[in-house]
C-alpha cells in the first residue's frame, strides 16, 4: 500500500526551524499503514532537513555551523543566494524513517525537522509517501 500527501508550511526568515516531527505522526496515522516507512521530502533548491535533537542551545550551534562552513557575502562567484545552494549540498533534501506499530520511528530525542538555508521565509511544500502495509 501507498499513501502520498502534500503539506504545506511556512518560514519566516532565513535559518528558521520548523518541527515537522508531529505532522508526519500525523500523516502516518492517517495513511493507516501499520508497517513500512515514511519519505519526507522538499521539493525545493534550498530546503533541507536534519534528524537530530530540537534544542535551543542546539539549534544556535546549527545555524552557526552553516554559517561557519558557508557564509553569506563571502565572494561567492553565484549571484545573491550561492551560501543557501551550497548548505543545501551539506543537509539531505530528504529523510525516509521506518514505520512500526503506525508510528515512525525517530530515537529518543530525536526530531526530524525543515531548515529554511534560502533568504528569506516562505511558503514550502513537503512530500510525504507512507509505504507498507
Not at 514505520?99 to 526530524?112: A, C, E, M, N, Y
Amino acid at each position: 500500500m501507498v499513501f502520498t500527501k502534500t503539506l504545506s508550511i511556512s518560514t519566516k526568515e532565513p535559518g528558521d526551524i520548523v518541527d515537522l516531527t508531529p505532522l508526519i505522526v500525523q500523516v502516518v496515522r492517517e495513511s493507516g499503514i501499520k508497517n513500512g516507512i515514511v519519505h519526507v521530502f522538499a521539493p525545493h533548491a534550498t530546503g533541507v532537513f536534519a534528524l537530530t535533537e530540537l534544542e535551543s542551545n542546539l539549534i544556535h550551534d546549527i545555524k552557526h555551523l552553516l554559517e561557519e562552513i558557508t557564509p553569506q557575502g563571502k565572494g561567492w562567484r553565484h549571484p545573491a543566494n550561492a551560501h543557501s545552494h551550497l548548505r543545501s549540498m551539506l543537509l539531505p533534501p530528504d529523510h525516509t524513517l521506518p514505520v512500526r506499530d503506525g508510528k515512525p520511528i525517530t530515537g529518543t530525542w530525536q526530531s526530524l525537522f525543515f531548515i529554511e538555508v534560502g533568504l528569506s521565509g516562505r511558503h514550502v511544500r513537503i512530500e510525504i509517501t507512507v509505504i507498507g502495509e
